[in-house]
């Protein structure tokens, strides 16, 4: 495991609950003059259902009130930068943030919207869940060009599935990479669950499985004379690797040991907080310092069923859930994600990703909410080389378009490979010795 650059009694001289507070910013200036690519492991945080830019990093105080909202804006620690106000925490974070706020698309769905966002790619007609022609998703990407030790997951999903109205989503899986580079769900074992509709039909990994060794070995010898007996099939041979993946994390691995967030020390706990989304980033950090090349983190409920839970659908009531239950949640579990990082020496290598479906509508409407709205939204990036302290691109006065440097989610995703060391324009192929090309966009300029 790593070190801390910093002692006990200088993290947390001040209290737990100031999660927001940075250790003082020697790694950043160290980073400032010389750029350091490329990322060891990679953090992808997804706010299903589509985060307002309006009322996260891209703030409008001088449009008009029903376009501004309810919210006003608060400074960051970068001059010039501005958040919403209910990101007090993550504001003292900014000099770690790349802003892009230029992005667009055309998907005003949210299946096509997550699509888009996750894969980098423009969804194809007729998309399902789990078919082998998808793209893969940004994970999946990254995990495929990485080489854990045995027994490791490429790739790891957490909490939930991604769902809409009970119907799976397409694009956080291998897709055309093929089903060994399926991002392995697991339940986040601690915290308070996001209110709403989260689903588990999936096969999930749950560590805290209180299987002991000699029963485990004792199945595997009883599957293995099975296999012999029955044969196998390309469906059995993923089952097979699924359940062998299980057992070696079973059996004792640096991966079972990072799930069992009761090892981590209860001040830096106490730091995300008891809620899962918190517990899910602490969970996230504990799997990539573990050799997990990259972990994506679903910020929200799973299932996004009309709106009605905890997630970043708000059609209705936009300004009361996001100010009493998602910002506060997501304020905190950010902040600490990055103090944490940056304690333990690991910001530089770790590179933190959020995506989401689209933006939201500069019209409030009549139910006090914003709707869908890819015209023009809001991503971001932090550590792992990037420069922080910066926006990219601009939305107009009313942030209802691009007005500087607009840009897609395939430049997005080639900004992020290019930081993990991997080239965005190269080609891979499928299972079918397809060639196809990972990315079709060009890495901006944030390094």
Known sequence: MFQLRYTRRDIFQSTVAAAGLTVPSVMHLQASSAVKLSAKRCIVVYCWGGISHYESWDPKPDALSEIRGEFNTIETNVSGIRFSEHLPLMSRHAEKMAIVRSLHHKQGGHQQGMYHSITGHAPPPGLKALNRTNSPSLAALIGRFQDPHSGTPNAVRVPYNMYDNGTLMAGEYGGWLGSDYDPILMRTPAGRPFRGVSRYTSRELDLKLNLDKERILKRQALQSKLERVVGTTTEYDRLDRFRQMAADMLLGSDVRDAYNLENEDPRIRAMYGDHIGGQSMLLARRLTEAG????????????????GGENWDTHRDNFKKLKDSLLPIFDRSVAALFTDL??????EETLVVFLTDF???PKINNNAGRDHYPAVYSMALAGGGIRGGQVFGSSDANGALPRDNPCTPGDFHATVLKAMGIDPQIELNDQFDRPFQICNGNALPLF
């Open 292 to 307: 997990v090349p990259v972990v994506q983190v679903c910020a929200g409920a799973g299932d996004l069923a009309g709106g």
């Open 359 to 361: 933006g939201r509508t």
């Open 342 to 347: 940056e304690m333990r020496g690991l910001l």
